[in-house]
DNA sequence: AACGTTATCGGAAACGTTGCCGAAAATTCT
DNA sequence: AGAATTTTCGGCAACGTTTCCGATAACGTT
């Protein structure tokens, strides 16, 4: 059904000129006449002339494309840092390639597999939750392929990376809720095993040592995300005969458990306890009270992503790669109380 | 920096066959010795070699690759439907190029172009709010590109199309907020050159109409999809002597922006003023309170468009093109009162 | 008048595949 | 045995571009 689309080939027929003519015309090349240039660009616009970038790429064995594959896109965070990715690439000419793994190896595996055939200059890759042999990454990465990692980070292997700032995060929140008169502050704390877990927590500690206030052991509550326990450790807290008078959560998830716990206990935030959540997804604005969060600069993580790959794929073999740790903003929103 | 990647060339040489040879052999051609082929799918293993994308293109003239441009992924809608493209498309061994125009004219003509050029087989589109001349359209579709729309659809446009039954979920919806006692329902209007727009007004309309209230023209607001703008009309919804008792809104993000407007008047949901959205996205589950919201079948809505298009792509020119109607559900949560 | 320069262009190879066509080798049939 | 057939393979053109290299013509220089 597909109608040919006109060629090179085909303006150079009607102008009765070579291909190579017209193709120095199409592209700005130097030897040739200025009247010829103007038939062969007047004409290509009259036919609606789209070159052929499959015929382009392989010829000059470049596809400006970059890949960029995620876990899941049906939540705010992904597509919001695929927008900071887009807009640096489709500044410099690339096309982005969109994939996701649906938080499974297999396919991300098989996507790897179709980005490498698809012959992408370079990758931007959050893995996902179940990716624990990286085979096919060091693999992709020792045939040449440039690869960004974010959100998911992997010590282990190489390449630049762009993660943000946890535990400035973490302080930022906590400081908040001294300077907004709280004393005693508790911890919903992640798992300890992930580094997120351990610089909120770290954060979360500075910010009472800074501020001289003392640590109690029993304020750090270990919710590890797991949902139900949440809600547990927050009744327990209420109980405490000297109850906190402010929580810092260590997700968004885990302070909306926080919340109901404490909405049902009859109190009111921020009247009877601050809240402070650390998140993933920006809707946390529209939950009552609307939110105080530390929130990720999503659009410059795929900025920043995007950059370092356009350098490397610039730059070539001599490019070292970078790790780039973007600061946490605290967007504070009704959930704690004013300065 | 990219290191080459090995060619049926390198496969050739190395087991001294021709490069026809290799090439049989890697597809599933008949005429090859079975040992050969062993030979050469072992030794393609062996160098991890996967086949250049680009060149199998050209030369069959055919790139796998249906285009889908949406207007903007950070919410859910989109995503969601780009998931069920994605399903049928994978199945069937295409691949999908994801562009988002961010509700722009130039940027969708731009995108358009570049969906030409990288020789996409067919296109899934939803157009951009400002798109109201169709001249790019029309001239990739007369150039044999198929195209099918959804959500946002053009009666004018030849194409198959998947649109949901608006008209019905409007009704629903109002139609459920009277049977729970509202009486002066407003309705926050998306752009009248869209049939989704034009659809949901007239569901409202004929619901106002069967149960025989008066319809008013200053309870109809043109907040037309644009962010800032939702909120001035709520306003000056409440500010009406005789306010509304309900709202109805074209959209769930526009219905968001009405909720936060209310919330700061301090009215409450839905004791002084009930509130439905039409979902985009399907987390206005969360929200405080959950909000009442006709819901679309959004992966439905990706799965018929690319079963239309694949289709379309298959029968070639004696296939005819197709609307497809899906019923949207009306789900009850607690922005309305109880029946 | 013979030469070198310059501007402009065409020819042709190449990118990595696929697929047609025909050739050689192996097999079966008279 | 030779002929006919089948199996297996190699050669080559093609897909639409880019780019190198050389050719032609017009020009200015001695």
Chains 1, 2 share one sequence.
């Not at 000419?93 to 179709?114: C, G, P, R, T, W």
């Not at 179940?130 to 010590?155: C, M, W």
């Not at 997700?251 to 993933?280: K, R, W, Y």
């Amino acid at each position: 059904m597909r109608n040919k689309q006109p060629t090179i080939w085909d303006i150079a027929i009607k102008l009765n000129v070579s291909i190579s003519t017209v193709s120095r015309a199409l592209r700005n090349a130097p030897d040739i006449n200025p009247e010829t240039k103007k038939a062969v660009l007047e004409l290509a616009q009259e036919l609606d002339y789209q070159p052929n970038t499959i015929a382009t790429s392989l010829r000059k064995n470049k596809t400006n494309i970059i890949g960029v594959m995620v876990p899941e896109f049906v939540h705010a965070y992904f597509p919001n840092v695929i927008l900071g990715i887009q807009e640096v690439a489709n500044a410099e000419d690339y096309k982005v390639m969109i994939m996701q793994s649906a938080e499974s190896l297999e396919i991300e595996k098989h996507n790897l597999q179709a980005m490498m055939s698809s012959r992408v200059e370079g990758l931007i890759l959050a893995i996902t939750r179940e990716t624990n042999d990286y085979g096919h990454i060091i693999s992709a990465q020792r045939k040449g392929l440039p690869i960004v990692f974010f959100n998911r980070i992997v010590d282990e292997l190489p390449g630049s990376k762009v993660m943000v700032n946890d535990y400035q995060g973490a302080f930022m929140a906590v400081e908040h809720l001294i300077q907004t008169g709280c004393r005693r502050i508790a911890h919903l704390a992640g798992p300890q095993n992930l580094t997120i877990g351990r610089n909120r927590l770290n954060g979360y500690l500075d910010a009472l040592k800074t501020y001289q206030l003392p640590i109690e052991e029993s304020l750090i509550m270990p919710c590890n995300f797991e949902e139900g326990k949440t809600r547990l450790y927050t009744q327990a807290l209420l109980n405490q005969t000297n109850r906190p008078d402010a929580l810092f959560a260590v997700n968004d998830p885990t302070a909306i458990e926080a919340l109901i716990c404490i909405q049902e206990n009859g109190m009111n935030i921020p009247e009877h306890i601050s809240l402070v959540g650390f998140s993933n997804a920006p809707h946390s604005a529209f939950i009552t009270p609307p939110m105080t969060s530390v929130v990720q600069p999503l659009h410059e993580i795929g900025r920043h992503a995007a950059e370092l790959l356009i350098r490397q794929l610039n730059e070539g073999t001599h490019f070292i790669p970078e790790t780039h740790t973007l600061d946490a903003k605290l967007v504070i929103r009704k959930s704690t109380r004013q300065a």
